[in-house]
Each structure stands twice: as structure tokens, then as C-alpha cells.
């Protein structure tokens, strides 16, 4: 792994974390300021340099990690829970004062540049979520 150029690659082709492709170059600025020395690469899900990425790191996974193809693909066994579902299953078993603690999300209108957002209400995630 030490001959290996290794890069920080984060896109918006999640269904947990996908901004507007504009607010792309800010998150790359936030995440090179709090990890210096790091490369970042904040990708668009259309960007072809993307599909190389993940392309090589398949690639290298398969040929120098020894992991299989199954272990690339997950997926879930008939009536098998989600692990999403299942950690929040767990957290709202335990007792917790800041369990329920606001959570903010960073959407497309939150970058309207005129503040409108400033006031904000919190998002408070439901156990469906």
C-alpha cells in the first residue's frame, strides 16, 4: 500500500449525503482545510473522473486486497434489516440525554447566499428514517 498515491474521493451520488453539484468546491475547501496534506476530490455522480475512481479502486480491492466480488456487492438476505435500521433500532434502546439531539442537513437551499436560511429549524430525525 505504500507505493500507492492514495486520494480522499467524496461525491453526491449517495442516498445519505448527496448535495447539489455546485456546493461540491466548498465541501472539498472544508474537508482540505481540516485534513491538510490529505489529495481531496469532491466529485459530480455524472463526472467520468468518478467512474474511474471507483473503477480503480474496485480494481485494486480485487487484484492486491484478496476481497471478492460478493463482499463489493452486498446485500440483504430475505427479511434481513438494513444495518441502518438495525443501529437505529439500537440506539432507542439505550437511555440517552442527547439521543435526540438536532441534526442539521446541508441542502440545496441552504447555499441561497442571502441568508434567508440563517434561522433555520433543526431537522429532528423520526425512527422511520
Same mark, same amino acid.
Given at each position: 500500500? !505504500? ?25 472539498? %475547501?472544508?474537508l ?16 467520468? %473522473?468518478?467512474?474511474?475512481?471507483? =473503477? ?16 463489493? %456487492? ?11 435500521k ?13 439521543? !435526540?439531539? &438536532? ?21 429532528? &430525525?423520526? =425512527?422511520?428514517?
Amino acid at each position: 500500500d !505504500s507505493d500507492v498515491e492514495w486520494e480522499f474521493v467524496i461525491d453526491n451520488n449517495s442516498g445519505t449525503y448527496a448535495p447539489n453539484k455546485e456546493l461540491l468546491p466548498k465541501l472539498k %475547501e472544508l474537508l482540505e482545510y481540516n485534513f491538510p496534506g490529505f489529495t481531496i476530490l469532491a466529485l459530480d455522480r455524472e463526472d467520468e %473522473e468518478l467512474k474511474r475512481s471507483v =473503477a480503480a479502486c474496485r480494481q485494486y480491492a480485487l487484484g492486491k486486497r484478496e476481497v471478492t466480488e460478493d463482499e463489493l %456487492e452486498p446485500h440483504l438476505s430475505p427479511g434481513e434489516a438494513p444495518l441502518s435500521k438495525r443501529i437505529w433500532e439500537f440506539r432507542k434502546s439505550i437511555p440517552c440525554e442527547n439521543q !435526540s439531539e &438536532p441534526r442539521m442537513s446541508l441542502t440545496d437551499d441552504d447555499n441561497d447566499g442571502d441568508n434567508k436560511n440563517k434561522n433555520k429549524q433543526p431537522h429532528y &430525525p423520526e =425512527a422511520n428514517e
